[in-house]
Each structure stands twice: as C-alpha cells, then as structure tokens.
C-alpha cells in the first residue's frame, strides 16, 4: 500500500476547538478588548481579529507574545492542555460572591469598566493602607 499525500489541506472537524475560538475565550475571560492583548504583545487589533475568526494562523512568535499578553501558558493557548478553571467549592458565601462577580458580565460596557476601575482603585488603596503610605500620620 503506497504512502501518498493530499494536495489539499484538510479540513476542519465539525466541533473541534481552533486557535481563534481559543483566543476569543482566553481574551473575553480576561475581560480584555481585541485592542488590549494587541498592544501587549505588540502587534495590531486587525490581527488579533485575524486570527480570532480562523482567518489564519499567527507566525510562530506571536501565540508566544499572545500567551505572555493574556497570562496563560503557550499550552492552553495552542489547545495543548486545557486552560486552568478555578473551583468555588461548597462555601455558600464564596457561591454568592461569585455570582455577584458573573452579574458585572451583564453590565453594559461603560458600567463594567467603571466596576473594574473602581475595583483597581480600592486594589490600590488597599496596598497604599498595606504598605503604610496612607491613612498614617507617621508619629504625629
């Protein structure tokens, strides 16, 4: 039986999960705009949105600068492992909050980024109280 090799690309199963729908998730879970990861890894939206409709396949050293842009391993990216999912457990209170969290994704898109900047800006005040550069009068 002779070995012989196709003209033609294959094609893509039905159900099979590509680099671009992968991407998207990554990206929507991260809460990040097509503009975010781009700038991360120092490329352009257009191709970020290239590459999320499967129109094609980045270079190879883009998925790197992708992974490093969205926080995941070059793995998860590429479909090689699944990506991490994070479990709420049985504590009713950790179940609320978490539900709480789901509901910002509700939101129209100006009131999620007021949410989120409001939520970087009592990150940030909280690590100013940490570290002693707020809310102390330092001994007077």
């Known amino acids: ?10 094609r893509k199963g039905y159900g099979q999960t590509t680099f671009g729908p992968r991407l998207v998730s990554i990206r ?8 975010q ?12 949105s290239y590459y999320e409709n499967d129109a094609g396949f980045p270079p190879a050293p883009a998925p790197m600068a992708l992974a490093e842009a969205l926080h995941v391993s070059t793995d998860v ?16 209170e950790a179940r609320g909050q978490w539900k709480r969290f789901q509901m ?22 909280g690590a100013s109280r940490k570290n002693g ?8």
């Open 1 to 10: 039986m002779p070995f012989t090799v196709s003209d033609e690309m294959p």
């Open 28 to 35: 929507k879970a991260r809460g990040l705009t097509q503009v």
């Open 37 to 48: 990861p781009a700038e991360r890894a120092l490329t352009i939206q257009r191709a970020i």
């Open 77 to 92: 990216l590429l479909g090689a492992k699944p990506p991490k999912v994070e479990r709420i457990g049985h504590d009713p």
């Open 104 to 125: 910002i994704s509700t939101l129209p898109e100006r009131d999620r980024k007021a949410v989120i900047r409001l939520i970087h800006s009592l990150g940030a005040a």
């Open 133 to 140: 550069s707020m809310g102390e009068h330092n001994g007077r």
